[in-house]
């Protein structure tokens, strides 16, 4: 049996879809005969970027808020890696923000 991670990351509204679909893809969100499963919650994300910062929103030095999708889902231990580097690689933010932890108690 593989241990479940739970994994949340906060994304602009208009890519939410795009990378559902992507993590989805490799293998997030797969729950017994389901796949694709998430919770998804809107909300704002609040930044400033510093120097030497490319940011796909915003400018240096200044505060930025930006409308944002959080993304919760369960992934295997064993889809894991590939999972989070097609987060990276779907997410237009320079270093998307993202956590993982194991759901304790719960194995696929």
Known sequence: MSQLHALVTYVPAPFAEKVLAIIGDAGAGRVANYSH???TVPGTGR?????????????QGEAEQVPEIRIECV?????LDAVIA???SAHPYEEP???SWPVEGHRK
């Open 97 to 99: 923000a993202l956590m």
């Open 47 to 59: 930044f400033t970027p510093l120097p030497g910062a490319k940011p796909f929103i915003g400018v």
């Open 37 to 39: 499963c998430a919770f």
């Open 75 to 79: 992934v295997a231990e064993e889809h």
């Open 86 to 88: 097609a987060l990276r």
